[in-house]
Structures are given as structure tokens and as C-alpha cells.
Nanobody, 125 residues
Framework: EVQLLASGGGLVQFGGSLRLSCAASGFNFDARPIGWFRQVPGKEREGVSCISSRGHIRYHEDSVKGRFTISRDNAKNTAYLQMSRLRPEDTAVYYC??????????????????WGQGTLVTVSS
């Protein structure tokens, strides 16, 4: 069973920083790309960033490029999303998931999605 625990969210002021963590189990972590997704109430979940299985490929969606950095530690079965220069429009519940791919074109569809509760990021203006 795929299990994912996203943590590290919270309330931060405009321009602040947060580091999200994603602890994973139930699949071969080092064999799968990992994606970070976010969802705002009333909108579809969107892929924000992804990283290939060995970390050689990283993708960030245009609105977060230069502000967010995805990374992973395969020895710890954990992925991270370092977020800086946060904006109110970054406010969302953030989720992580293994994906079917990660490329310069974007985040692949989730692999055996098991979203869990996600972690809420709130950016005040």
C-alpha cells in the first residue's frame, strides 16, 4: 500500500519560506519520480514540481520557477519542496505522489495515487 505523509506546511507572510517534506512507503521509492501537487478549494489539483528517480531531472511549473526547489533523499525515502518568496496565490493544500514520469514538459500523472491529507500552506498578504 502506497503511503505518503506530507508535512511542513503552515501560515507564513508574503515573501516568506517553508520547506515541505514527503515521507513515502509502500513502493520502490528510488525507482519512481516524485511530484508535488497542490489544490485550492473548487479547483483541480495541479502538478507543481517533479523530480526523476535519481534526481537528474527536475521540473517546476512556470509560476513557481525560481522560487521553489524540489529535491529528494532516496536513503530516507523522502522528498522535499523548498518554497521561498511565497505569494498569497501559493496558498493551497500541498500533496506529494509518485508519478509515471517527470520531464521538461511537466509532471506526469500520479502512480497509484494515495493523496493522504496533504499539508496546508497559507500565505498572508
Amino acid at each position: 500500500e502506497v503511503q505518503l505523509l506530507a508535512s511542513g506546511g503552515g501560515l507564513v507572510q508574503f515573501g516568506g519560506s517553508l520547506r515541505l517534506s514527503c515521507a513515502a512507503s509502500g513502493f520502490n521509492f528510488d525507482a519512481r519520480p516524485i511530484g508535488w501537487f497542490r489544490q485550492v478549494p473548487g479547483k483541480e489539483r495541479e502538478g507543481v514540481s517533479c523530480i526523476s528517480s535519481r534526481g537528474h531531472i527536475r521540473y517546476h511549473e512556470d509560476s513557481v520557477k525560481g522560487r521553489f526547489t524540489i529535491s529528494r533523499d532516496n536513503a530516507k525515502n523522502t522528498a522535499y519542496l523548498q518554497m521561498s518568496r511565497l505569494r498569497p496565490e501559493d496558498t493551497a493544500v500541498y500533496y506529494c505522489s509518485p508519478t509515471y514520469g517527470c520531464s521538461a514538459s511537466g509532471v506526469g500523472p500520479p502512480f497509484r495515487p494515495s493523496w493522504g491529507q496533504g499539508t496546508l500552506v497559507t500565505v498572508s498578504s
